[in-house]
């Protein structure tokens, strides 16, 4: 399975981005589609899941009613919208696909950069 992650930019506080996780490959291996985030010095940490099927949505409490993600099925991509973005949401974005529900997130795609200015 591949994974791409596009749609990063540079947006001032308030504003919105919406990130796409192409997937490509042996997609009927895929579990869930997670997107997560590593900000400078700091740790991976998870943003938002789905399963595959589209379903069963989480959030980090961080992002919790800002950030909304979807699976497009005819686009096989899982989209991360994301409004009211913080300076603290600066950080690279990457996703990553597990294979079942006992499994750990994997298949890291290149990440894409946000920064957001205040």
């Known amino acids: 399975v591949q994974l791409q992650a596009s749609g990063g930019g540079s947006v001032q506080a308030g504003g919105s981005l919406r990130l796409s996780c192409k997937v490509s490959?042996?997609?009927?291996?895929?579990?869930?589609i997670g997107w997560f985030r590593q900000a400078p010095g700091g740790a991976r940490e998870s943003v938002a899941t789905?399963?595959?099927?589209?379903?069963?949505?989480n959030y980090a409490d961080s992002v919790k009613g800002r950030f909304t993600i979807s699976r497009d099925i005819a686009g096989n991509t899982v989209d991360l919208q994301m409004n009211d973005l913080r300076p603290e949401d600066t950080a690279i974005y990457y996703c990553a696909r597990r294979g079942s529900s006992h499994s750990r997130y994997g298949d890291w795609g290149p990440g894409t950069q946000v920064t957001v200015s205040s």
């Open positions: 789905i399963a595959w099927k589209g379903i069963n949505p």
């Open positions: 490959g042996r997609t009927y291996t895929i579990y869930s």
